[in-house]
């Protein structure tokens, strides 16, 4: 049976390219799929030239080719590290955790309620320096990825993923009750920051370094 030479993989690759497809990993994936869809052809019949089989098989992706795919790969992996995030966080609200947050929040309640105007300066410099931080090691981590980008000259779907959620708006909340508002708010953004940090980055970064090993021969 003919099969599909290096070559024309080498083409497949190109293919890809030429439709959208930024992400090597996604490349790979759809190269794979692609030479072992043409052999099923060949099969069927051998006359077929590789470039109509190849044609053959990319309409069948639809009127949005490639792009479709990659959208959706991606979609699906924001949202598999968001419900992380957020199922992490709920952790927090359920025993024996519960118990640790209704104590830091009656703390933080009964700090600001009695320290009054200095507590409230308090809080809000916490808040915002936190938030800083945020975001500057937002800033450091997408700069890391371009720079590991620009050296192995591949992108990734992970890697962009990873810079996706690193753009997670935090928005402070304010008004009426600041006591109760702000102690609510503080000790969310405590957890969230906690679960962002010890769950979630050093998750992303694990994927990212098993699918840089496993494409790393390919």
Do not use: C
């Not at 959620?165 to 909340?173: E, R």
């Amino acid at each position: 049976m003919r099969k599909v030479t290096e070559v024309e993989i080498n083409q497949i690759f190109d293919f890809t390219k030429k439709h959208y497809v930024e992400f090597y990993d996604v490349q790979v994936e759809l190269v794979d799929h692609l030479a072992n869809a043409i052999e099923e052809q060949w099969k069927e019949d051998p006359s077929i030239s590789f470039e109509d089989a190849l044609q053959i098989e990319f309409k069948k992706f639809g009127i949005f080719g490639f792009t479709g795919l990659v959208e959706q790969k991606q979609s699906a992996l924001i949202k598999y590290y968001r419900k992380m995030l957020l199922k992490e966080i709920v952790k927090f609200v359920s025993i024996p955790k519960a118990i640790l947050t209704v104590v830091l929040y009656v703390f933080i309640y009964f700090f600001l309620e009695k320290s009054g105007s200095l507590g409230e300066l308090i809080g809000l410099v916490l808040l915002l320096g936190s938030f800083i931080y945020f975001i500057i090691d937002g800033f450091r981590y997408v700069y890391k990825i371009k720079n590991t980008q620009k050296k192995q000259g591949k992108n990734w779907l992970l890697q962009s993923v990873a810079q996706t959620v690193f753009t997670v708006p935090f928005i402070g909340i304010g008004g009426g009750y600041y006591q109760i508002v702000a102690s609510f708010f503080l000790v969310f953004h405590l957890i969230f920051m906690f679960v962002f940090y010890k769950v979630l980055k050093p998750s992303l970064n694990k994927s990212i370094e098993e699918t840089e090993k496993r494409f790393q021969y390919i």
